[in-house]
């Protein structure tokens, strides 16, 4: 029987190590781009649409690439699993930051400026959907690109 991915140890290490490094480039982007307190805060916006992006991407082009060629470069199969957890879970997920968007929401509504709570909120949800479909439909084009031909559809003939 095989252990959950969720309890190994070298995949956990794997989604700390992506972790840190999304951690320390999202630190490093609030350090260079400040956000004035009270104001809508952009530097958390481009950070969390740019990784819906990434993101998107990332896992449309895994997908795809293991249809396309199953195993890939590795005879297991698993480098797969380890990019999506070292940069997806790890790194994009630390550079994505979700609870800032709740604090930052919070703030904007304790400092009187209900408007730009709602606006900040509500854009960055759906920009950042539409951002994830884009991230998708690149990451579509990449993993047929890298993976070989588009497999079928599960179901279809492909003659």
């Known amino acids: 029987m095989s252990t959950a991915p969720h309890r190994r ?8 190590a992506g972790g840190l490094v999304g951690t320390f ?3 490093g ?4 781009f400040p956000d004035d307190p009270g104001q809508w805060p952009v530097t958390t916006f481009v950070v969390n649409i740019t990784g819906a992006f ?14 396309g060629a ?9 480098w797969p699993t380890y990019v999506r957890l070292g940069v997806g879970t790890g ?24 408007g730009s709570a709602v ?11 539409v951002a994830c479909a884009l ?13 070989g031909p588009p497999a079928a559809a599960p179901g279809r003939d492909r003659s």
């Open 135 to 147: 991230g998708i439909a690149a990451g579509a084009r990449l993993g047929q690109r890298v993976g």
């Open 119 to 129: 606006s900040y909120a509500l854009a960055t949800v759906l920009v950042g959907a």
């Open 70 to 78: 199953p195993g890939g470069p590795s005879a297991d199969g698993r």
């Open 91 to 114: 790194m994009l997920g630390a550079f994505t930051t979700y609870s800032t968007l709740a604090v930052d929401t919070d703030l904007l509504l304790h400092r009187g400026s209900a």
């Open 29 to 32: 982007l609030d350090v260079l």
């Open 9 to 16: 140890a070298a995949l956990a290490v794997l989604v700390a």
């Open 25 to 27: 480039a999202r630190h």
């Open 54 to 67: 990434l993101l998107g991407m990332l896992l449309e082009a895994l997908t795809r690439y293991r249809r």
